[in-house]
């Protein structure tokens, strides 16, 4: 499970069009047809996530452990979101990103998260034998 070296400064991105389907009304998290707040954290830890699966060793992955995130603009559905992350510290296992999210009018969010790198087979293990 060797791994290439992680060092600050890797970077991401994903992009998400704004659809009825992941609305604050849709899913839960509100009553308007807006981006959801859940949406916006599932694409900001997809850019990090994707930003550092190529530099992983065979069987690994990662695991988000920590989301510290400000919503700060609305954008309405037919909109693209896009999630531009920063690798800004690595810790051992533990990876920690700035995330910054805009629409077409600009930023709308910004985020610490934190992920850990795991052994993808061994943390599934783990989880199951939570069913015994």
């Not at 920590?66 to 919503?71: G, K, N, R, Y």
Request: charged share 20%.
């Amino acid at each position: 499970m060797e791994q290439k070296q992680l060092v600050p400064g890797v970077l991401g991105s994903a992009r998400c069009l704004v659809t009825a389907e992941n609305t604050a009304a849709a899913m839960g998290s509100g009553d308007l047809p807006v981006f959801a707040t859940p949406a916006l954290a599932a694409c900001m830890e997809r850019a990090a996530a994707e930003s550092v699966r190529p530099l992983l060793g065979e069987g690994q992955t990662t695991v988000g452990v920590q989301l510290s995130l400000e919503h700060t603009a609305a954008t309405p559905v037919g909109m693209q979101v896009r999630c531009e992350s920063t690798l800004t510290l690595v810790e051992g296992r533990r990876l920690v990103f700035s995330i910054t999210a805009y629409d077409d009018a600009g930023e709308i969010g910004h985020a610490e998260h934190a992920r850990v790198i795991v052994g993808a087979a061994r943390f599934l293990e783990r989880t199951e034998a939570k069913r015994a």
